[in-house]
Structure formats: structure tokens, C-alpha cells
């Protein structure tokens, strides 16, 4: 069964049997009242915020943040990669899709490219590896992007799957900053049919959760290496290990 096909009967299913909050458990809904009222407690206020890891590596990129990595986001982000809960989109792609404005606003040289038409801005996610395709049935990174892009009204702004691991590498997970790092490093390249889209571009790299920003810096090396002007990022959460700068909302 391909992943696209496989992916379509998660969602018909989830439309036709009886559902529950992705966090909690709750009957009823993808995200239930409370737990959605929980993660507007927590969400950045008055708008996402510029974020960065302490330590913060060489070459992390410009980087928002919508809320920290806390309560129903816990559960709700694990939920939607790795339990076929593609249900609770939505909420997560609203809350990138506010970190995504925020970088773009805040940065003189996305701003003025994403008013004036001066070329694109690429929406590009962090690349998945196959294995986790595999296991998953699609890329929920790249779904959920797709949706934040939705929500703009500028034809400027693209999303695309632009970029690809050229190597196997290890889960990050229980990795530290430096693991992290060199089980990274050199591991993205640019799928070929992007590369003429990436000449000159300007980028806004996207992914779910900011840790240490190895993820980040090599993404941003590999776009770069690729020909792009100016990257820049946005991600739904950052850990609690990292420093936040002041509120950057639209």
C-alpha cells in the first residue's frame, strides 16, 4: 500500500469512527476543549518568539517559536508523527503557521521579498528519512507545512519538500547537542528537482520541536550550499533549553 493511499484511510477512518483528544484521552474530539485551552495558556504571548539553543551552535539560523515544548504540546506533536493522528492538524499547523509570520515580519529581507514579489519565499521542512516515511505511511512535517501555507494569502510563498537525507542516520532522540551534531552533520542535500526553485531563494526552514539546533543548522548549511540567499526558521515548540528573545509576534 503506498504511504498516500495509507495515509487517506487513516484520515476516512478517523472521520468515520468514533474519536478522542490526541492528549488527553477525551471522547469526542481531536483536541478537546481543555487541552486546547491548555496549549493557549502556554502558546508565546502576545505572538511567537525569537528563539535559540543555549548553547547555541555555529550557523542556527534566525528561528520563532510559537509555544514552549509543554503540557498537551507534549503529547499532541508524538501523537500526530507516530500515532496516525493526523486528526489534530489543524491546531499544530495554526501555531506554525503564526511562527512562520513572525519570521517572516521580523526579518527586513523575508519582509520585503514576500510584499514585493521579489522572488520566492520557500517553505522548506526539515527532510524525514525513509525509514520513518516508512513506519508513518507519509511526512507529517511536510503535511503540516503544507497547511501553514494555506493559511497565507501571498502566492509568493511555496512549500516544497526540497530538501532529502543523503545518509542514514540515528534517531536524535536521547542524543546530546553534540551527538546530535555530528550524527548530522553533512547528512542533508538538496533534492534535484529544487535546485533551479533554491538559486537565490529565500527560505524559511519549518520543523516541530527546537532541541539543541543541529537539525537546523545543517538544513540551513545544505540549503544554503544549494544556492539560497537568506534562510531563516520557525517551529511549533522550543525546549525548555533554550534562550527566548523578546516577543516577535506579527
Given at each position: 500500500?503506498?504511504s498516500?493511499?495509507?495515509?487517506?484511510?487513516?484520515?476516512?477512518?478517523?472521520?468515520?469512527?468514533?474519536?478522542?483528544?490526541?492528549?488527553?484521552?477525551?471522547?469526542?474530539?481531536?483536541?478537546?476543549?481543555?487541552?486546547?485551552?491548555?496549549?493557549?495558556?502556554?502558546?508565546?504571548q502576545?505572538?511567537?518568539?525569537?528563539?535559540?539553543?543555549?548553547?547555541?551552535?555555529?550557523?542556527?539560523?534566525?528561528?520563532?517559536?510559537?509555544a514552549?515544548?509543554?503540557?498537551?504540546?507534549?503529547?499532541?506533536?508524538?501523537?500526530?508523527?507516530?500515532?496516525?493522528?493526523?486528526?489534530?492538524?489543524?491546531?499544530?499547523?495554526?501555531?506554525?503557521?503564526?511562527?512562520?509570520?513572525a519570521?517572516?515580519?521580523?526579518?527586513?529581507?523575508?519582509?520585503?521579498?514576500?510584499?514585493?514579489?521579489?522572488?520566492?519565499?520557500?517553505?522548506?521542512?526539515?527532510?524525514?528519512?525513509?525509514?520513518?516515511r516508512r513506519?508513518?505511511?507519509?511526512?507529517?512535517?511536510?503535511?503540516?507545512?503544507?497547511?501553514?501555507?494555506?493559511?497565507?494569502?501571498?502566492?509568493?510563498?511555496?512549500?516544497?519538500?526540497?530538501?532529502?537525507?543523503?545518509?542514514?542516520?540515528?534517531?536524535?532522540?536521547?542524543?546530546?547537542?553534540?551527538?546530535?551534531?555530528?550524527?548530522?552533520?553533512?547528512?542533508?542535500?538538496?533534492?534535484?528537482?529544487?535546485?533551479?526553485?533554491?538559486?537565490?531563494?529565500?527560505?524559511?526552514?519549518?520543523?516541530?520541536?527546537?532541541?539543541?539546533?543541529?537539525?537546523?543548522?545543517?538544513?540551513?548549511?545544505?540549503?544554503?550550499?544549494?544556492?539560497?540567499?537568506?534562510?531563516?526558521a520557525?517551529?511549533?515548540?522550543?525546549t525548555?533549553?533554550?534562550?527566548?528573545?523578546?516577543?516577535?509576534?506579527?
Amino acid at each position: 500500500m503506498s504511504s498516500i493511499l495509507r495515509a487517506s484511510l487513516v484520515e476516512l477512518l478517523a472521520l468515520a469512527l468514533p474519536t478522542s483528544c490526541a492528549s488527553c484521552g477525551a471522547p469526542d474530539d481531536p483536541v478537546c476543549r481543555e487541552c486546547a485551552s491548555e496549549v493557549a495558556a502556554v502558546t508565546f504571548q502576545p505572538g511567537p518568539v525569537a528563539v535559540a539553543p543555549d548553547p547555541c551552535p555555529a550557523g542556527f539560523p534566525p528561528t520563532h517559536a510559537a509555544a514552549p515544548y509543554s503540557g498537551p504540546l507534549r503529547r499532541l506533536l508524538p501523537a500526530y508523527k507516530d500515532d496516525d493522528r493526523r486528526d489534530c492538524r489543524g491546531l499544530l499547523a495554526e501555531l506554525l503557521g503564526t511562527a512562520v509570520e513572525a519570521s517572516l515580519v521580523a526579518d527586513p529581507a523575508l519582509r520585503h521579498t514576500a510584499v514585493s514579489g521579489n522572488g520566492p519565499v520557500l517553505l522548506v521542512p526539515v527532510p524525514t528519512s525513509r525509514q520513518a516515511r516508512r513506519r508513518r505511511g507519509d511526512a507529517p512535517l511536510l503535511r503540516l507545512a503544507t497547511e501553514a501555507a494555506h493559511g497565507f494569502a501571498r502566492s509568493e510563498l511555496w512549500c516544497g519538500d526540497a530538501l532529502r537525507l543523503r545518509r542514514r542516520v540515528a534517531d536524535q532522540a536521547g542524543l546530546g547537542a553534540r551527538q546530535r551534531a555530528l550524527n548530522l552533520e553533512h547528512a542533508m542535500e538538496p533534492r534535484a528537482a529544487w535546485l533551479p526553485a533554491l538559486a537565490g531563494a529565500h527560505c524559511v526552514l519549518v520543523d516541530d520541536v527546537l532541541t539543541t539546533g543541529a537539525t537546523l543548522v545543517e538544513a540551513r548549511r545544505a540549503l544554503l550550499a544549494a544556492g539560497a540567499r537568506h534562510v531563516v526558521a520557525a517551529t511549533v515548540c522550543a525546549t525548555q533549553r533554550r534562550s527566548a528573545g523578546r516577543p516577535a509576534g506579527p
